[in-house]
């Protein structure tokens, strides 16, 4: 009876927790993203020089923004009913798991766990530095997980942060690689848990997930060993409570929650591709 | 000889004057900032610091400016009764969504990079911010109104607050006009008391 009982509350448990592994992935590619556009955001200002029709005056017409290129949408109403699915999974299941990690674990320990799982997944940003041949950033990217691993015990700290040469290194995925290798986007696609991507994006997110360390470790422990668990849990968890910060925030003070996450996830491709 | 000398000042007075630009809306914007944070440090509760941080940034943020540019081209078909309404819908709605996230005692480290002018007029201001431990990359565009620089556009990691409500707004307008828009506006403006 009581083996039923705990057996009940596991299969939601664990459910759970592959629900938040994937929408994990989602995240870090979307972290990983963030990283290579924030490196970037200054050059992306210099560029909106294309998109920004010059003017002096303030009284111009708002056509500033009006050549934007939008990535084809050929699947709208379908994109919009996932959209509606995800958007009620972030917030009766994702967003009271996340005020509970918040609740236990205080901000700095959250922060070390973000630094750690970052660390581990220097492989990919390595591997996709080369595959796109910047031997220099792959030089500096080792460089910042040398310190980060030693001085930063494990990564837990970032020392790397102190460091004026290591201190924004831009980091990369398998879908700047293949931007950089020409292959182009394909549709606009949102997927179920995992949130939008192109298709060419969503391939290359596979990838990332190959790449990552921490899927070799939770494969070698086996679906649902504790090793696995005790990978997976603090990567998901800790990656996706900034996440979540960052969707309340787009799409709270949102006309349309759809379109507010679509440009945005427009705008980071945007400045992946011009890098 | 004489040409050559001409165009050489002609060139050093606008990379003058570029430079000048660029000075005055960094320390608009550095004011600006500090004064945000200085409300941010001084607050004791949510409440106080939300009614105090208002009025900082209504005076460096031209909403006017940012609502036009969101609606894009069909600003025009909009009255002149319409048109402040939707300022004024819009200012509501980012101030009452941006000030929710502030929270007293925290505020972001901000590390200040060289501007540019990308237009006469027109500066670019990029700068850093740590924030709980995330480093977040934003550019704020500034324009000049006579001689009192305001924040056009803010562009976190990438994202154009202005462009990202422009792809919002286009929807509404294409669903039912001005009329349509202003009624999103207002439920919106509703949801975020």
Redesign the interface.
């Known amino acids: 009876m009581s083996i039923n009982r705990s057996r009940r509350f596991i299969w939601p448990t664990l459910l759970i927790i592959s629900g938040l592994a994937l929408v994990e992935g989602h995240v870090q590619a979307t972290e990983q993203s963030k990283s290579n556009i924030t490196v970037k955001a200054s050059k992306w200002a210099n560029s909106s020089k294309e998109i920004v029709s010059p003017s002096s005056s303030l009284e111009d017409t708002g056509d500033d923004y009006a050549n934007f290129k939008h990535i084809p949408d050929p699947v709208e109403p379908v994109n919009r009913g996932i959209f509606w699915f995800n958007h009620q999974i972030y917030h009766y299941v994702f967003h009271p798991l996340v005020k509970v990690y918040k609740s236990i674990f205080p901000h700095q320990v959250r922060t070390g766990i973000s630094n750690v799982v970052y660390n581990a997944q220097y492989p990919c940003r390595v591997i996709n530095d080369m595959l796109q041949w910047k031997p220099q950033t792959a030089g500096l990217e080792t460089e910042k997980f040398l310190v980060n691993t030693t001085a930063g015990v494990g990564g837990l700290f970032k020392v790397s942060d102190k460091i004026p040469s290591l201190n924004n290194v831009p980091s990369t995925d398998t879908s700047i690689t293949f931007a950089k290798w020409g292959i182009p986007n394909g549709c606009y696609a949102v997927w179920p848990i995992l949130g939008p991507y192109s298709i060419r994006d969503f391939v290359g997110f596979a990838g990332d997930i190959a790449m990552d360390p921490i899927t070799w470790i939770t494969m070698g422990a086996g679906t649902f060993g504790t090793l696995s668990i005790a990978t997976t849990v603090p990567r998901v968890t800790s990656k996706g409570s900034d996440q979540m910060d960052n969707y309340d925030t787009l799409t709270h003070g949102s006309i349309d929650r759809y379109s507010a996450v679509r440009s945005a996830y427009e705008q980071n491709h945007k400045m992946q591709e011009s890098r | 000889m004489k040409t050559l000398l001409l165009t050489s000042l002609f060139i050093a007075s606008l990379i003058g004057f570029a430079h000048a630009a660029n000075d005055a809306a960094e320390n608009r914007l550095k004011t600006s900032v500090a004064e945000v944070v200085d409300i941010v440090k001084k607050a004791k509760t949510r409440e106080e610091l939300i009614i105090d941080v208002k009025p900082p940034l209504e005076r460096v943020l031209?909403f006017?400016?940012m609502t036009?540019?969101?609606?894009?081209?069909a600003?025009?078909q909009f009255t002149p009764a319409q048109q402040q309404e939707a300022i004024k819908l819009f200012t509501v709605?980012?101030l009452?969504?941006?000030t929710?996230?502030f929270t007293p005692g925290e505020f972001p480290l901000v590390e200040y990079?060289p501007s540019?002018c990308?237009?006469?007029?027109?500066v670019?201001a990029?700068t850093?911010a740590?924030y709980?431990?995330?480093?977040?990359?934003?550019?704020y565009?500034m324009?000049d109104?006579n001689g009192n620089w305001t924040i056009?556009d803010v562009?976190i990691?990438?994202?154009?607050l202005?462009?990202?409500y422009?792809?919002?707004?286009?929807?509404?307008l294409k669903r039912g006009g001005a009329d349509a828009?202003l009624s999103?506006?207002r439920?919106?403006v509703a949801n975020?008391k």
Do not use: C, H
């Open positions: 031209n006017s400016v036009r540019r969101s609606i894009g081209p600003w025009k709605m980012i009452r969504t941006y929710a996230k990079k540019s990308t237009a006469p007029g027109r670019e990029p850093t740590m709980r431990g995330s480093r977040y990359d934003t550019v565009r324009e109104q056009t562009v990691e990438g994202v154009s202005v462009a990202d422009r792809t919002q707004f286009d929807v509404e828009l999103a506006l439920r919106s975020t």
